[in-house]
């Protein structure tokens, strides 16, 4: 069920906050040195290291008050510092004691380079071998030897022992996925695994969202994410396991699995690896999720493994025709309430002052009338005035302000039984400033070049980010994150390989879903940003001598052309404006209020014809 919607909006500080940071800290560090220990690493991650945690896994906003989804914090007998990257540089040294933590932006100084100069001859850091990678694990060892110290797995997280109140693992029910949403049986997506290879007698799946779409079955044990957290086997040949926890099972699921797979206990795992080992099995490992934990326990065991790519990560990526055609449902879905929470904001703008919490709360609000609504797709970012100009801003109650003149972005999506929305508008208040308007025009101009553009098979996502930043290049200005992520089918709203950005090498195949939202970011005046989901489709071109592929917009909703100046636009981008608001209008209308009705014919009115 959908978290209650007041309990999104608490103040950081109820969930870990700066006053409690010293506290915590100083009872850390008395508790490593009972063990030996002159420091410690904490990652935000779980065993599964899960973009989105459990709330008993949020070990990193225990310890330092930060609540964003990436970083990594150190913690020495005398000096502790946070590392995050560009999108949280602002909201960690708010979070945070800066007494207590240098906040330190990861692309600036590294983790490794501030050891390097921090780590003395001796010294043992400790770590937790559940919540990191066999890659992080190995360089870190290394760069404690050339220092002279010692990187040291621990038994139990001395975190969790320190953690009076920390909440119960997540217990969630498990539900089955049907065939006429998923598209193909788990026991077809099997065979085309092994028939795909995996360069091993059998591969250990670490990844459970992987385990999730592979089995066909949704859970609810994060927030926001339909995910049972669980862990599976493929071998080469005979039934595979899954290791879950029987309590999330009901009889009539534990049926369904049983029948193509054993079920087992996570308690169960390293007793199991050790099997394969001593079988002579060699497993592979994802080395993009799995554990070391894992890992060293097979190779303990005397086990040969591999470390690659989970297959099950591209497999997922490229959705079939009964997915994508789900996916376009709960778009269409969506598109009402966003549609009924935007004119809802323009009506109520001149009859009573709105904060950033209550436009929130009322966009969720319309997207729970579905009946098919599970949950939203992460929390939303309801930004105004200068908290915009921080690309993933989290509204809470301490920072909640009014929505004043100038621009209001909103980035929001939702999980649907039959997909998952994710879509960002931006939203002129009153009369926007010169300057609003051309960089606003120049993120439309980015958007509709991405939205347009074709491309050969074969084209990563690198090659086409720059189609999102030409128009603000042209002024010397550009935006500091990727222009799109993949996106999944009741899933997680960021998923690989996917992606639209600087540096992703991944071919973009047909089925694949991506965002599109450049933006752009005026520190502490504004922020603009304008997203639709795309599919990856194949585009036929007279004369082609290539095969090429294109996207096809699946987001529906009026885009704000308040704040653009017409003058920047060309005759193809203004055809590409009026047809995509003529769609959302005729996709749209049938079924809304007559008020609402009224408004989008009026939203999505042609222009500049």
């Given at each position: 069920?959908?978290?209650?919607?007041?309990s999104?909006?608490?103040?950081?500080?109820?969930?870990?906050?700066?006053?409690?940071?010293?506290?915590?800290?100083?009872?850390?560090?008395?508790?490593?040195?009972?063990?030996?220990?002159?420091?410690?690493?904490?990652?935000?991650?779980?065993r599964?290291?899960?973009?989105?945690?459990?709330?008993?896994?949020?070990?990193l906003?225990?310890?330092?008050?930060?609540?964003?989804?990436?970083?990594?914090?150190?913690?020495?007998?005398?000096?502790?510092?946070?590392?995050?990257?560009?999108?949280?540089?602002?909201?960690?040294?708010?979070?945070?004691d800066?007494?207590?933590?240098?906040?330190?932006?990861?692309?600036?100084?590294?983790?490794?380079?501030?050891?390097?100069?921090?780590?003395?001859?001796?010294d043992?850091?400790?770590?937790?071998?559940?919540?990191?990678?066999?890659?992080?694990?190995?360089?870190?060892?290394?760069?404690?030897?050339?220092?002279?110290?010692?990187?040291?797995?621990?038994?139990?997280?001395?975190i969790?022992?320190?953690?009076?109140?920390?909440p119960?693992p997540p217990?969630?029910?498990?539900?089955?996925?049907?065939?006429?949403?998923?598209?193909?049986?788990?026991?077809?997506?099997?065979?085309?695994?092994?028939?795909?290879?995996?360069?091993?007698?059998?591969?250990?799946?670490?990844?459970?969202?992987?385990?999730?779409?592979?089995?066909?079955?949704?859970?609810?044990?994060?927030?926001?994410?339909?995910?049972?957290?669980?862990?599976?086997?493929?071998?080469?040949?005979?039934?595979?396991?899954?290791?879950?926890?029987?309590?999330?099972?009901s009889a009539?699921?534990?049926?369904?699995?049983?029948?193509?797979?054993e079920?087992?206990?996570?308690?169960?795992?390293?007793?199991?690896?050790?099997?394969?080992?001593?079988?002579?099995?060699?497993?592979?490992?994802?080395?993009?999720?799995?554990?070391?934990?894992?890992?060293?326990?097979?190779?303990?065991?005397?086990?040969?493994?591999?470390?690659?790519?989970?297959?099950?990560?591209l497999m997922?990526?490229?959705?079939?025709?009964?997915?994508?055609?789900?996916?376009?449902r709960?778009?269409?879905?969506?598109?009402?309430?966003?549609?009924?929470?935007?004119?809802?904001?323009?009506?109520?703008?001149?009859?009573?002052?709105?904060?950033?919490?209550?436009?929130?709360?009322?966009?969720?609000?319309?997207?729970?009338?579905?009946?098919?609504?599970?949950?939203?797709?992460?929390?939303?970012?309801?930004?105004?005035?200068?908290?915009?100009?921080?690309?993933?801003?989290?509204?809470?109650?301490?920072?909640?302000?009014?929505?004043?003149?100038?621009?209001?972005?909103?980035?929001?999506?939702?999980?649907?039984?039959?997909?998952?929305?994710?879509?960002?508008?931006?939203?002129?208040?009153?009369?926007?400033?010169s300057?609003?308007?051309?960089?606003?025009?120049?993120?439309?101009?980015?958007?509709?070049?991405?939205?347009?553009?074709?491309?050969?098979?074969?084209?990563?996502?690198?090659?086409?980010?720059?189609?999102?930043?030409?128009?603000?290049?042209?002024?010397?200005?550009?935006?500091?994150?990727?222009?799109?992520?993949?996106?999944?089918?009741?899933l997680?709203v960021?998923?690989?390989?996917?992606?639209?950005?600087?540096?992703?090498?991944?071919?973009?195949?047909p089925?694949?879903?991506?965002?599109?939202?450049?933006?752009?970011?005026?520190?502490?005046?504004f922020?603009?940003?304008?997203?639709?989901?795309?599919?990856?489709?194949?585009?036929?071109?007279?004369?082609a001598?290539?095969?090429?592929?294109?996207?096809e917009?699946i987001?529906?909703?009026?885009?704000?052309?308040?704040?653009?100046?017409?003058?920047?636009?060309?005759?193809?981008?203004?055809?590409?404006?009026?047809?995509?608001?003529?769609?959302?209008?005729?996709?749209?209308?049938?079924?809304?209020?007559?008020?609402?009705?009224?408004?989008?014919?009026k939203?999505?009115?042609?222009?500049?014809?």
């Amino acid at each position: 069920m959908p978290t209650p919607i007041a309990s999104k909006y608490q103040s950081f500080a109820d969930l870990g906050g700066p006053a409690k940071v010293g506290e915590r800290i100083a009872a850390l560090r008395a508790r490593l040195a009972t063990q030996g220990l002159s420091g410690f690493v904490i990652p935000r991650a779980d065993r599964h290291q899960n973009e989105y945690l459990p709330p008993d896994q949020e070990r990193l906003l225990w310890a330092t008050g930060f609540s964003g989804s990436a970083g990594l914090a150190i913690v020495l007998k005398d000096k502790a510092a946070l590392f995050v990257d560009g999108r949280y540089t602002v909201q960690a040294a708010a979070q945070t004691d800066r007494g207590v933590f240098d906040c330190c932006p990861a692309g600036e100084k590294a983790a490794q380079d501030w050891l390097k100069e921090n780590l003395r001859q001796g010294d043992r850091l400790g770590f937790d071998p559940w919540n990191h990678t066999y890659d992080f694990v190995q360089s870190l060892t290394e760069l404690c030897a050339s220092a002279g110290a010692e990187f040291v797995a621990v038994a139990t997280n001395p975190i969790d022992d320190l953690w009076t109140d920390r909440p119960g693992p997540p217990d969630g029910p498990v539900s089955a996925r049907p065939l006429r949403l998923s598209g193909e049986t788990a026991e077809a997506k099997i065979a085309r695994l092994r028939a795909e290879g995996f360069g091993a007698d059998g591969l250990f799946i670490s990844d459970a969202h992987n385990v999730a779409w592979l089995f066909n079955i949704r859970g609810s044990d994060i927030a926001h994410i339909p995910l049972p957290l669980a862990f599976a086997y493929v071998p080469r040949e005979g039934k595979p396991a899954l290791f879950v926890a029987a309590t999330k099972l009901s009889a009539a699921v534990r049926e369904r699995i049983a029948a193509i797979a054993e079920v087992r206990e996570p308690s169960e795992i390293e007793a199991f690896l050790t099997e394969q080992a001593k079988a002579q099995h060699k497993v592979a490992f994802d080395k993009a999720t799995a554990a070391y934990k894992l890992i060293d326990a097979f190779r303990e065991a005397g086990g040969k493994f591999a470390l690659a790519a989970d297959p099950i990560t591209l497999m997922k990526a490229c959705k079939n025709d009964v997915e994508i055609e789900s996916s376009r449902r709960a778009h269409l879905i969506d598109g009402k309430a966003v549609v009924q929470f935007l004119e809802w904001f323009d009506r109520e703008g001149a009859n009573a002052p709105r904060t950033e919490i209550d436009a929130a709360v009322q966009l969720e609000a319309f997207r729970a009338q579905a009946p098919t609504f599970r949950d939203i797709s992460f929390p939303t970012i309801s930004a105004a005035g200068p908290h915009a100009a921080l690309p993933h801003y989290r509204v809470g109650e301490a920072s909640d302000i009014p929505i004043a003149p100038g621009l209001f972005l909103i980035d929001s999506g939702a999980q649907y039984e039959e997909g998952t929305t994710d879509i960002t508008r931006t939203i002129a208040v009153g009369e926007p400033s010169s300057d609003m308007i051309d960089r606003y025009t120049r993120v439309l101009k980015g958007h509709i070049a991405v939205a347009t553009c074709l491309f050969p098979e074969g084209t990563s996502g690198a090659q086409i980010d720059a189609f999102a930043r030409r128009a603000l290049w042209d002024v010397g200005a550009d935006f500091d994150h990727g222009t799109g992520h993949g996106v999944g089918v009741y899933l997680s709203v960021h998923e690989g390989p996917q992606r639209i950005a600087k540096t992703a090498a991944v071919a973009l195949r047909p089925g694949m879903i991506v965002s599109n939202e450049p933006g752009y970011y005026a520190p502490e005046r504004f922020g603009i940003r304008i997203e639709n989901l795309l599919v990856v489709v194949r585009k036929s071109i007279a004369g082609a001598e290539r095969e090429m592929l294109g996207f096809e917009t699946i987001s529906l909703a009026p885009i704000d052309l308040r704040p653009v100046d017409r003058g920047l636009l060309t005759e193809a981008e203004i055809a590409w404006i009026n047809a995509y608001h003529a769609w959302v209008r005729d996709a749209l209308g049938p079924g809304l209020e007559e008020s609402t009705r009224d408004w989008l014919e009026k939203a999505t009115a042609p222009r500049w014809v």
